[in-house]
Structure formats: C-alpha cells, structure tokens
C-alpha cells in the first residue's frame, strides 16, 4: 500500500494505525454485527465510544470531570465563530478579539454581528507575517479570543497570552492536542478534527464549567453550549463516526507519550523543515519574519522572486517525490508544509532533503 508524504492542511493526515483500527470498525464494531456507520448513537455500542473519549481528552488535558465539559458538536470552528458570542457576549459587554490571521478575521467579523468588540491586537498592517504585537483587553471583558496557531499564515502563540483579565476562548483547531496547555487558564478551547483530531465533520469544545454557567439560555437550543451540555453531546445526532475516530487517536497519542511526548516530536519535525529553508536565504524566503512566531504546525513559505512558473515546477517536483499537499493557501501563495501530530518525522526528513537538493539544482 503506497503512502504519501501528506502535507494537506485539513482534511490531513491520520496515524496508519488509527486508519488500520477504523478499516475493521467500518466492517463491524464490538461484535455488534453492524459497522460503526450504522449503529444507533443512542446505543451502548456507540455511547461506550463517546463517553470513553469524553474521559481520555480530559485525561489528556489534566482536567477533572467536574470541573470541565467537553462537547462533540458540528459545524467545524466557523459555528464556533458564531456560537461564542451568541452563548457569552451579552448587551452592555464588549469581547476582545487578538486578530493574527484570516480566521481571527473572521471570529471577529462574525461576533461583531451579535454585540461590541475590541480589536485587542491585530498583524494585518504586517499582512499577518509575525503575530501581532501589544495586546490591549478591556477591563471586564466577557473574554478574549485568540487564534493560538494561524493555520494559513503559519504563526503560533508558544503560550497563552498574559493575564486577560477575563475568559480566555481559544480557537486551537490546527494545534489542539500538539503540547502541553495550561487549560485551567482557558475558558473554553474549540478545534475542528480535520486537522489534528480526526476526520473531518466533528469539532471538540472543551469548557470550564464556571465559564459555561455564564452563557445565556435565550438563544435557540442547538446553539447553546448549556442544552449540549445538559444532553452529554447527544442533544442531536452526534457525528458518530468522526467521535469514534478522534477516540482512536487519543489512544494513538497516548502511546507517543501524550502531550509532553508528542511536544518533542513536533518540535523535532518542524527544526528539521525550518533548518533547510534557513540554510538558503537566497532561494527561499520565509512567511513568518520573527522566527520565535514560527508555527510547529503549518510551516509556510515562498521561492524568492515570485516567480509562478518556478512554483509549479517545485510542486511537481516534490510530488514526483511522494511529497504531496505543499501549495499554500489561495489567499496567500507560496507553500505550506502542515506537519500535524500524525505526520511522520521521516517525512520531514524528506521533505527537507528535497528542499536542500531543489536549492541546489539536484531535484
């Protein structure tokens, strides 16, 4: 079975043991003569799955269950964009937003439809290639959202930001999982799985159950994070299949060594990308100008010169070497490596070696 070095930013890849555990659960699951497609999520087959991936994640967190919540819903992080505010910024409140990136951009866009909201920092005059820079929160805010990891510009917070003086609400879709949080310190934390987690069509809200009690009641019920709490995440119908994959993977990763254990192999894989590109500074250039704001996740980058020809040509070369996935975003060009939990250190050895040998003239 031939597998390919997959940079793809999401959907990405997955562990081939996961993969290989999920082959035979779509055949059938726990001996119930049916396949993980077709058991009813208010059955003890499936509810077996979502409470134990329920208990691991918060396991993994260092989370008790009285303390937090966790809530398998859909949608992916743009019904979080809306959710947030609809369920924590009430009349007379203002939310700060740090904006880093297209879709910081766009959590602020959406909560600006719904109440007041104050641009606490923004890197948009930088066209987004550091993160940005004196962070300004509002005395009482309702929270601050930060995009931790900027997926389409590679920028990513190494830690929280200091103290906000109020919630902190993190969109952590493309590093959820990646290293150790401090998550007493977070409010609530939200990821679409096509990045890190899982397949694509589930996203995983985690909350501080203080927090949650302060979200409103008066919105309709399955955009309330307090009814999907209430229902364990069966509200509606879960997205059974992507629960039961993302539970498959926190058990991959508790073999790597959990989140410390996977925090070294991820800063592993991105020093191996980043050497190469930095070994010629002629040749490529960069997205992110502070190396400190340099994404473990989405490594991003350009040929100098601009020139669309020699970008096609580098795409069709790394593919003839099973390196496949590096086109940037539409929104930004270039290149970008995304190099999640799943994706193997060989492959960045690879990936790598190609970078040095295209530089040279040997690819």
Partial sequence: ???????????????????????????????SGMSILEVSHRGGHYEAIHFEARDRLLKLLGLKAEEASVLFLGGGASVQFAMVPMNFL??????????GGEFGAKAASEAKKVGSVNV???????????LPR?????????????????????????????DTGSPLVLDATSEF??????????????????????????????????????????????????????ADSLFNTPPVFAVYMFNLVL????????????????????????????????????????KADRSKMNVTFRLKGGDK????????????????????????????????NAFPEEG??????FLRDYAQGRA
């Avoid at 009430?90 to 904006?99: E, I, L, N, R, S």
């Avoid at 925090?263 to 590109?277: D, G, H, I, P, S």
């Avoid at 790394?318 to 490596?337: I, P, T």
């Fill in 120 to 130: 606490a920092a923004s890197s948009e005059a930088d066209k987004h290639a550091r």
């Fill in 348 to 353: 960045c050895q690879a990936l790598a070696a």
């Fill in 177 to 230: 999982l990646s290293k150790p949080v401090d998550f007493s310190r977070v409010g609530l934390v939200y990821a679409g799985a096509q990045k890190n987690l899982g397949p694509a069509g589930l996203t995983v809200c985690v909350l501080r159950k203080d927090f949650l009690a302060t979200a409103r009641e008066d919105i309709p019920a399955i955009l309330s994070y307090k009814a999907h709490a209430k």
């Fill in 1 to 31: 079975m031939k597998r390919a070095y997959n940079f793809n930013p999401g959907p990405a890849i997955l562990p081939l043991p996961v993969l290989q555990e999920a082959s035979q659960g779509i055949l059938e699951i726990g001996g």
């Fill in 251 to 290: 058990k991959w990763l508790e073999a790597q060594g959990g989140l410390e254990g996977i925090r070294k192999v991820n800063e592993r894989k991105a020093a191996l990308v980043y050497q190469a590109l930095d070994e010629f500074p002629d040749f490529y250039d960069p997205a992110v100008t502070e």
């Fill in 309 to 340: 020809e020699k970008d096609k040509e580098f795409l069709a070369k790394a593919e003839a070497r099973n390196l496949v996935g590096l086109k940037g975003h539409r929104s930004v060009g270039g290149f970008r490596a995304s190099i999640y």
């Fill in 90 to 99: 009430p009349a007379g409140k203002t939310a700060d937003y740090v904006v």
């Fill in 134 to 162: 004196g962070l300004h929160w509002t005395p009482q805010a309702a929270y601050a959202h930060v995009t931790s990891n900027n997926t389409i510009e590679g920028t990513q917070f190494q830690a929280l930001p200091a």
